[in-house]
């Protein structure tokens, strides 16, 4: 089975006024690809609980990110046209959109959720063969690309049948 692209998608908090921070994806031949987001001068918020999760400064960004232009002219050019699957639809199209519209550039992918891809059977065991998979690669860090390459092999184990 040819696994779907899968994006992740870190961000500077929560709720209204949060922004992408990092966004990483896994392709459908599990290949990489990660890049840290310079924030917009008008990107303030910011929340300390999210910066513990996924570990990533403002000083970081500042040091590495790259403008959201590049980003989005990035994702563009090595999703177009395909349909890539997240876990966290609720959020992370908004915080792909804000990218999109401070690039001013046109998505030229369509984001959908990944939990339309299980079946009910499947969605029950999802948290759990995630977990394992996680345990599996001996991930510390909370970060953009390999929680999409989890997530990936998580719904390569679900839809082969491996038992969590």
């Known amino acids: 089975m040819q696994l779907p692209a899968i994006l992740d998608i870190e961000a500077s908090g929560f709720g209204r006024g949060s922004y992408p921070i990092e966004i990483g994806f896994c392709n459908g031949e599990g290949a990489l690809f990660c890049g840290l987001i310079a924030p917009e001068p008008e990107w303030q918020h910011w929340d300390a609980s999210a910066e513990a999760l996924h570990g990533i400064s403002r ?12 980003m989005a002219e990035q994702l563009n050019a090595r999703l177009a046209g395909q349909t890539v699957y997240c876990d966290g639809w609720g959020q992370d199209y908004p915080w792909l959109a804000r990218l999109y519209d401070a690039a001013g550039v046109a998505l030229r992918f369509k984001l959908d959720d990944l939990r339309g891809l299980l079946n009910e059977a499947e969605a029950q065991r999802w948290r759990g063969v995630v977990d394992i998979v996680r345990q599996r690669q001996r991930l510390t860090r909370h970060r953009a690309s390999s929680d999409a390459r989890v997530l990936q092999l998580a719904l390569g184990e679900i839809k082969n049948g491996v038992a969590a």
């Open 59 to 70: 000083e970081l960004l500042r040091r590495h990110g790259r403008p959201v232009r590049w």
